[in-house]
């Protein structure tokens, strides 16, 4: 069959008047009734809302745990072989004379912030300490829960789920973005990722469909980060004296966030992200950005200074090399359990059903927004440099900040310093209950305001980021600026599915509903890698045939 051109007209119909003036009214109405829907659902019918979201979920738990092991080692692949592969190491993401409209530091500070920021501040603490504690090792009986012998095996984990699988996921999605919108001049919006496959087809319902559903899951995806980070907002809020007041007694004996406290902390949070994504990109997001990062070296430094440094340290060059040699078994492992109630299979079962399933689905959900975001700030970059970047840096960020705070944090509680009070802390607790143990009272209280402060701005510029690039969806792709109402409608959406979720069940709510949203979002990743992987190869076949594969303003036929 002849080589033809590759597409690169790709009409989306958008409202020429009215409110929805510039947006695809078919996925900007659908995407509001459905999270509308689910608000309405989750805040009406809290209990029969839990109860139906845990059910649902208990099933896709038990029917496509392979789906999403495999999903995620999918994407692994596919960016190592872009990042690898001649054809496609050198492209760049864009015209020949495009150069990057950002530089390295911000363009890693907008990546990092808005892919993992605020999981990082709870996690770099709570993840290392419960896997310590328990993960597969200490399951089947290789290592001691709760002891030294258990530290390399609990960075193993804490690195697989927060390394280059995450990564990879976001890298593929940004790719296949940049690439068809800023080579073939196509909309930045996740059908122009599934051409090669569909063709002009992706004009009508089919791409509207797939637009809906990357719209929903990001919803879900940001609402599940934004849980996180809510919890700990008021547990520092807490901490530095903003009164009893934020939480309320629960009937086990325990607490909860009072529901004024959680209505106060999305006020300040979504206001603040609203206001900075009218502001666009450029200004509020990359100003919020470089203070997220210089934020966070601050606080690195001062863990390398009055932290457990060795410690830490040791960890990190230890973990890493765990890490990279558990890799290739790592991301194909699936476990099965055996019907036996207590069985270490159905005890390992169990134990990835919890942790490393709930986070593919979390990376998944997240990837649309993370996504979208990349491509938009990555224009100008060649294939190698941005697949690099966007996985090789951020992980290793990462990692750095588990070993040396989460570090800090196992060796106070293994050496006796810390005596429980970090492990006894919730988990939105840890690192603030950190800083009590290794601080007096009052560098404990301005150290806690700084990570207040550094959390707030990470809420918001993944909140503002996640409305705008629900906006460049639902706009069938535009990056310019959006009409008021709609930022404010999603900037208060979001507010609405945390609080309407976490008055629901929790942050298990919100766990279970972004579990079930990443589902068929996930399908739609696995063809974005296919299909980017097949442009480049056919786009090379067309440079040999002298076929034109860069979109000008010439016109080229479509195929």
């Known amino acids: ?20 003036k510039g947006f695809a009214t078919s996925v900007a109405v659908s995407g509001k009734v459905l999270v509308g829907a689910l608000i309405l659902w989750a805040v009406a019918f809290p209990d029969p809302a839990a109860a139906a979201l845990a059910a649902i979920n208990t099933v896709i738990l038990a029917t496509f745990s392979y789906w999403y092991v495999y999903a995620m080692a999918f994407f692994v692949i596919v960016s190592l072989i872009l ?24 363009w890693f500070s907008m990546m990092f912030g808005a892919g993992i920021g605020i999981g990082m501040l709870t996690f770099a603490t709570a993840e290392p300490i419960y896997h310590l504690a328990q993960n597969p090792s200490t ?33 593929v999605v940004g790719l296949s973005l940049a690439y068809f919108s800023y080579r073939r001049d196509l909309p930045l919006t996740i059908r122009s990722a599934l051409t090669p496959l569909f063709g002009s087809r992706l004009s009508g319902p089919l791409g509207h469909m797939i637009d809906v559903v990357a719209v929903v899951a990001t919803v879900l995806g940001v609402a599940q980060t934004l849980g996180f980070g809510v919890e700990q907002f008021v547990s520092g ?33 979504m206001g603040a992200s609203t206001l900075s994504a009218l502001s666009g990109v450029g200004k509020g997001i990359k100003w919020l950005s470089n203070i997220n990062m210089g934020l966070s070296f601050f606080i690195l430094a001062f863990f390398l200074i009055f932290g457990s440094t060795f410690f830490g340290l040791q960890a990190l060059f230890v973990g890493i090399w765990d890490y990279v040699i558990s890799i290739p078994g790592n991301i194909f492992t699936v476990w099965s359990g055996d019907g036996v109630e207590g069985s270490v299979a159905n005890q390992l079962k169990g134990w990835q059903g919890g942790w490393t399933i709930f986070y593919w689905a979390w990376w998944i959900a997240f ?29 290793i960020m990462c990692f750095v ?60 510029t993944s909140a503002d980021s996640a409305v705008l690039i629900i906006n460049t969806i639902n706009a069938a792709g535009d990056e310019g600026p959006k009409a008021r109402p709609h930022i404010i409608f999603w900037g208060v959406a979001l507010a609405l599915v945390v609080g309407g979720l976490i008055v629901a069940g929790g942050l298990g709510a919100i766990k279970t509903a972004m579990v079930i949203g990443a589902l068929p979002f996930s399908f739609v990743m696995v063809l974005m890698g296919i299909a980017v992987i097949k442009a480049i190869w056919l786009d090379g076949r067309r440079e040999a045939a002298g076929i034109q594969t860069l979109a000008d303003i010439s016109e080229v036929p479509a195929e």
């Open 83 to 106: 990042a690898l592969w001649p054809a496609s190491g050198k492209l760049k993401l864009g015209h020949p004379d495009d150069e990057p409209e950002f530089s390295n530091f911000s």
């Open 367 to 395: 990837a649309p927004f993370v996504g979208v975001f990349l491509a938009r700030i990555s224009r100008g970059r060649t294939v190698r440099e941005y697949v690099l970047g966007a996985i090789i840096i951020p992980s």
């Open 237 to 269: 809020l807490s901490r530095i004296g903003f009164g009893d007041w934020l939480y309320t007694a629960k009937a086990d004996g325990g607490q909860k966030i009072s529901l004024i406290a959680l209505v106060l902390a999305l006020v300040v949070i």
């Open 1 to 20: 069959m002849a080589l033809k051109p590759p597409l690169m007209d790709l009409p989306i119909e958008t409202a020429d008047s009215g409110f929805y």
């Open 139 to 171: 399951i089947q009986g290789i290592t001691v829960g709760g002891t030294a012998d258990n530290v390399r095996a609990a960075y193993v984990w804490s690195f697989t789920h927060w390394g280059i699988a995450a990564w990879a996921a976001y890298a």
């Open 401 to 460: 900040w588990f070993a040396i705070v989460g570090g800090t944090a196992i060796d106070l509680e293994l050496n006796g310093g810390a005596n429980g009070a970090i492990i006894g802390a919730g988990q939105a607790d840890q690192l603030f209950a950190m800083l009590a143990v290794i601080l007096n009272p009052t560098l404990a209280w301005i150290m806690s305001v700084i990570v207040v402060i550094l959390l707030l701005t990470y809420l918001v």
